[in-house]
């Protein structure tokens, strides 16, 4: 782990600036030998960090849940066991809100509510919506702040309560099941599937950088989507590419989709 290394890394002055700030935080956990962690990361930026800290012993990735898409770096010195992680001195927190069932709130709404308190996006980790629940993750130091502030999301009330991160057992994804069949499994063709779009409208996302696949940004209209792969569109919402089938009488292929609601 060499500081040095954050120039040949960093594409963007933005970058530059983030692996500067993670490599510090770190690396002052390292020299003192104590618990150290980060923000909450995207995936993007779990890659980069990936690249910077390599192996390191010690440097633990964690969202408060076995699949986070979004997680935090966190040291732990030799002493502490992994189960930390998951105690009363974890870095980060687990929140329940619970709301009229009736009134379907999204994982936009919550995400809205929490930026309109004030709270910043970095210290907010996976937000996972079912009906009349949502569980989501915040930094243990912005959780008193996000219990005292948050009180509705949309126009509906919130009754909100910290929960355990032991034995955590997080809510099923809703989504809406799209049958369909395309010439070929381009990131433009999944997109117009998926969100029932155009396909030139469709890569007018991906051009404009509004398009991600398992968290990394792709400007390809033509990449390949491997089965099992989540696409993200800016304003849209999120999909899956669930299961690519046979070929069809048409030599078209066959394929099942995924939307998240």
């Given amino acids: 782990m060499e500081r040095s290394g954050i120039e040949k890394i960093a594409k963007t002055p933005e970058d530059r600036l983030l692996l500067a700030k993670l490599y510090d935080k770190i690396n002052a956990g390292v020299r003192k030998n104590i618990t150290a962690n980060t923000c909450f990361l995207s995936p993007r930026e779990l890659e980069l960090a990936d690249f910077l800290f390599g192996n390191l012993p010690g440097l633990h990735r964690f969202g408060g849940y076995e699949d986070a898409e979004r997680k935090m770096l966190i040291y732990l010195p030799d002493y502490l066991e992994e189960s930390t992680l998951y105690g009363e001195d974890s870095p980060l927190c687990c929140l329940e809100a619970n709301f009229f069932e009736a009134d379907k709130l999204s994982h936009r709404d919550f995400l809205g509510a929490l930026m309109g308190a004030g709270i910043a ?23 008193p702040y996000v219990l005292d502030n948050l009180r509705e999301a949309g126009r509906t009330k919130l009754r909100l309560k910290q929960i355990s991160l032991a034995g955590l ?47 990394l940004p792709c400007e390809k209209p033509d990449k390949a989507v491997a089965e099992g792969a989540k696409v993200s569109v800016r304003g849209l919402g999120k999909i899956r590419l669930a299961q ?18």
């Fill in 121 to 143: 996006r970095e210290t907010v980790g996976d937000i996972c919506v079912e009906p009349g629940r949502c569980l989501f993750f915040t930094t243990a130091e912005i959780t």
């Fill in 244 to 261: 690519i089938g046979g070929k069809t009488k048409k030599d078209r292929i066959a394929v099942i989709i995924q939307k998240y609601v």
């Fill in 169 to 215: 057992t997080m809510p099923e994804p809703e989504f809406q099941e799209i049958r369909d069949t395309m010439a070929a499994l381009r990131l433009d063709s999944v997109i117009s599937s998926g969100f029932r779009i155009g396909r030139a409208l469709a890569a007018d996302y991906v051009h404009a950088g509004k398009v991600s696949i398992d968290g």
